[in-house]
């Protein structure tokens, strides 16, 4: 995010305040002097000011917010025209507007004002539709259509917003207060320009400054406008990041799971190998138990037994002499 410099302000007739007479008291810390009765803001407070709510702009675009911004006043209207025209080309989201005038209980009456969002969307639904149009005449044509381009200027821009916004920017403080005190009733965060005819203390990030000029709205509405872009690109990269950190823990998991399939496959042909084995161990073992004796084979037992006889016969003589001496 760029940094604004005290010059650029300057030259955007920043600094002009309102006449002393039309001052706010609340106002003074952000008042520089006072010059042919008229007040000059510090512009040292009008950058920090706006830096603080650029970065807030930027952090609530970042986590894929929404943000209201608030112009009713005829110098806001070419400024937020082109802007929301930029809008469009790079394609940016989360940006709503009103234009023509704020309807009070916008945020804190929601449910009746989304009746009126319907209304909105289906009478645009119906102009649209050439059979709905063949049924009535063109009297109720015409007054249906006064009343969608009525209902156009007051909810056009944020008929279609998903919820309560997560942030309001408010260009006239002053003229707007109503809405400022249903965000802070509401609980949503406001940025504002306040100039010295406003009461600092209702927004929460508030930027001192000329809020007349079309030069001071355009420098600070673009300043703002180009920290949530910013915060919109980052929240692509960060939701680009976690998606190809999604992919690489899937295909590991894949290539795991693949691994684990193919030991336990190895394993499997690995017991059916020593099965096999075991079992034509036995089957052998059993051939050769149930095989027939040879006739070598034989020979060899008969004459281990024959030899076997003629020891133990040898041996039973021998005792007998022994004993028949001994006895003599």
Request: proline share 2%.
């Amino acid at each position: 995010m760029r940094t604004v410099s005290l010059e650029e302000l300057l030259e955007a007739g920043c600094h002009f305040g309102h006449q002393v007479s039309r001052q706010n008291s609340k106002a003074k810390d952000y008042i520089f002097e006072a010059r042919d009765k008229i007040h000059i803001i510090d512009l040292e407070k009008t950058k920090e000011g706006l830096e603080d709510a650029a970065k807030f702009v930027k952090e609530v675009a970042k986590r894929n917010g929404t943000l209201l911004v608030l112009g009713t006043k005829r110098q806001a209207e070419s400024v937020l025209q082109e802007e929301q025209k930029r809008f469009l080309s790079e394609d940016v989201t989360g940006v709503y507007f009103v234009t023509k005038r704020w309807i009070g209980g916008t945020l804190t009456n929601t449910s009746e004002v989304a009746k009126n969002y319907k209304k909105l969307k289906d009478i645009t639904a119906r102009l649209k539709d050439p059979k709905e149009r063949a049924k009535y005449t063109k009297k109720e044509l015409s007054d249906w259509d006064k009343s969608r381009a009525k209902l156009e200027g007051f909810y056009g821009g944020i008929a279609n917003m998903p919820g309560l916004p997560d942030a309001l920017f408010i260009i006239d403080t002053h003229l707007e207060h109503v809405a400022a005190s249903e965000a802070k009733k509401a609980g949503i965060p406001t940025v504002g320009i306040t100039d010295t005819n406003a009461d600092p203390t209702i927004i929460d990030y508030p930027v001192p400054a000329n809020d007349d000029a079309v030069g001071s709205l355009k420098l600070i509405t673009n300043y703002i406008f180009d920290a949530w872009i910013e915060g919109r690109k980052a929240a692509a990269i960060e939701a680009d990041k976690e998606e190809k950190s999604k992919e690489a823990a899937a295909a590991s998991a894949a290539k795991a799971k693949e691994a684990g399939a193919g030991d336990a496959k190895e394993k499997k042909e690995s017991g059916i190998r020593n099965q096999e084995s075991g079992d034509k161990g036995k089957e052998k073992k059993s051939k050769e138990e149930k095989a027939p004796v040879k006739e070598g084979t034989l020979s060899k037992v008969t004459e281990n037994k024959t030899t076997s006889a003629k020891a133990t016969s040898a041996n039973k003589t021998t005792t007998k002499a022994a004993k028949t001496k001994k006895e003599q």
